[in-house]
């Protein structure tokens, strides 16, 4: 069984940073792509940031130069180091891999519980 665990989300003022750490565990063979999702109340769930195995990473526009990502591929983890918030950046965060538990199992989606991140004075 995989579990990814998601950690870091919390309350923050306008133009201050935090840091979102996942962690996958478990039978874990291969991981490609991960990433970070978050969904507003209301509203559907849309990506923030990916980054691919060897380090190449893609985000949203609304985040760019405010938001990073990054990974430890030794240690099955992703980060969201967010800097410069706005309450628009409120919601809660999923983290994503793109994860193959065993050598014969394709690789498929796996997401976390998710963190709430609110940005508010």
């Known amino acids: ?49 990916t980054i691919t195995r060897g ?14 990502i990054s990974r430890n591929n030794a240690e099955n983890t992703v980060y969201l180091q967010m800097n410069s918030l706005k309450p628009e950046d409120t919601a809660v965060y999923y983290c994503n891999a793109d994860l193959a538990p065993t050598l014969y199992t394709p690789s498929y989606a796996h997401w976390g519980q998710g963190t709430q991140v609110t940005v508010s004075s």
């Open 55 to 68: 380090g190449s990473t893609n985000y949203k526009d609304s985040v760019k130069g405010r938001f990073t």
């Open 1 to 49: 069984q995989v579990q990814l665990v998601e950690s870091g989300g919390g309350l923050v003022q306008p133009g201050g940073s935090l840091r979102l750490s996942c962690a996958a565990s478990g039978f874990i063979f291969s991981i490609g792509a991960m990433g970070w999702y978050r969904q507003a109340p209301g509203k559907q769930r849309e990506l923030v940031a």
